[in-house]
C-alpha cells in the first residue's frame, strides 16, 4: 500500500465521526504538501480495498468495521450498512449479515444484481431525539 493510502487510512483510524475528503486534506497537508487528487486516488483505492466506505448522506469517508482486523495489505469484501443521524450526523456501521441475508432473497423487476450492495438509513440519534 502506498505511503499516501497509509496516511489517509491513518486520520480516518482517528476520527470515529469520519472525515470528508476535504478535512483529511486539510489534516494531512499540516505535515506534508499533498494535492486533492492524491487524497480522492487513495480514498478510491482504500474503498476498492474495502478498507473503507463512503456515506451518501453527509459525504464522509469512514474506516470499515470489519476491517479493523485486516492487515494494510489485505482486501475484502461485504456489503455495507450504515446509519445516519438526519440532525448531528453521527453515522454508525451496522453487521451487514441479517440486511444481506434479508436482501438477497429480493427479487429485482429489472435484473438488479442484489448480492453486492451498500444501504444507508437516515433517521434520528438518541441525543438528537
Given at each position: 500500500?502506498?505511503?499516501?493510502n497509509?496516511?489517509?487510512l491513518?486520520s480516518?483510524?482517528?476520527?470515529?465521526?469520519g472525515l470528508?475528503?476535504?478535512?483529511?486534506?486539510?489534516?494531512?497537508?499540516?505535515?506534508k504538501?499533498?494535492?486533492p487528487?492524491?487524497?480522492y486516488?487513495?480514498?478510491e483505492?482504500?474503498t476498492?480495498?474495502?478498507?473503507?466506505?463512503?456515506?451518501?448522506?453527509?459525504?464522509?469517508?469512514?474506516?470499515?468495521?470489519?476491517?479493523?482486523?485486516?492487515t494494510?495489505?489485505e482486501?475484502?469484501?461485504?456489503?455495507?450498512?450504515?446509519?445516519?443521524?438526519?440532525?448531528?450526523?453521527?453515522?454508525?456501521e451496522?453487521?451487514?449479515?441479517?440486511?444481506?441475508?434479508?436482501?438477497?432473497?429480493i427479487k429485482?423487476?429489472?435484473?438488479?444484481?442484489?448480492?453486492?450492495?451498500?444501504?444507508?438509513?437516515?433517521?434520528i440519534?438518541?441525543?438528537?431525539?
Amino acid at each position: 500500500m502506498s505511503d499516501n493510502n497509509t496516511l489517509v487510512l491513518n486520520s480516518l483510524k482517528t476520527s470515529p465521526n469520519g472525515l470528508t475528503a476535504y478535512q483529511i486534506l486539510n489534516l494531512l497537508q499540516k505535515t506534508k504538501p499533498i494535492k486533492p487528487m492524491t487524497i480522492y486516488r487513495s480514498l478510491e483505492n482504500l474503498t476498492k480495498k474495502g478498507l473503507i466506505h463512503k456515506t451518501n448522506k453527509n459525504k464522509t469517508f469512514h474506516l470499515c468495521e470489519a476491517s479493523h482486523n485486516c492487515t494494510i495489505s489485505e482486501a475484502h469484501e461485504h456489503n455495507s450498512v450504515f446509519v445516519v443521524c438526519d440532525k448531528c450526523g453521527l453515522t454508525e456501521e451496522l453487521k451487514s449479515n441479517l440486511f444481506s441475508t434479508t436482501i438477497k432473497k429480493i427479487k429485482s423487476k429489472k435484473k438488479f444484481d442484489l448480492k453486492k450492495f451498500k444501504l444507508e438509513i437516515t433517521t434520528i440519534c438518541k441525543d438528537c431525539d
